[in-house]
Nanobody
Framework: QVRLVESGGGLVQLGGSLRLSCAASGSYDRINDMAWYRQAPGQERDLVATITNVGNTNYADSVKGRFTISRDNRKSTVYLQMNSLKPEDTAVYYC???????????????????WGQGTLVTVSS
């Protein structure tokens, strides 16, 4: 089983910064894409940023220039540096990882998707 554990959420004022972390643990052979999503009250879960296992990134238009996603493959950890925070960034932030396992001696693989439990970010005005 694989677990994703997030940390770093909290309350911050308008214009402030926070850094979220998400560490993967368990049994697997490789972590492919990792990402951060967020879900505001009464809204759907939306993609914030993604990062491939070689470091290619993609961002939602609403966070471009303010948020930075990064990862440390040795630590199986993904980060989200959030700067210039706005009240509309208030949401529960979820970590996502695509995990690959080798399932037999021929090298066949299986990919599964995992989510963290979420961490609340609140930006006050």
């Amino acid at each position: 089983q694989v677990r994703l554990v997030e940390s770093g959420g909290g309350l911050v004022q308008l214009g402030g910064s926070l850094r979220l972390s998400c560490a993967a643990s368990g049994s697997y052979d490789r972590i492919n894409d990792m990402a951060w999503y967020r879900q505001a009250p009464g809204q759907e879960r939306d993609l914030v940023a993604t990062i491939t296992n070689v470091g290619n990134t993609n961002y939602a238009d609403s966070v471009k220039g303010r948020f930075t996603i990064s990862r440390d493959n040795r630590k199986s950890t993904v980060y989200l540096q959030m700067n210039s925070l706005k009240p509309e960034d208030t949401a529960v932030y979820y970590c996502y990882a695509e995990i690959l396992r080798v399932v037999n001696v021929e090298g066949a693989t299986r990919t599964m998707k995992y989510w963290g439990q979420g961490t609340l970010v609140t930006v006050s005005s």
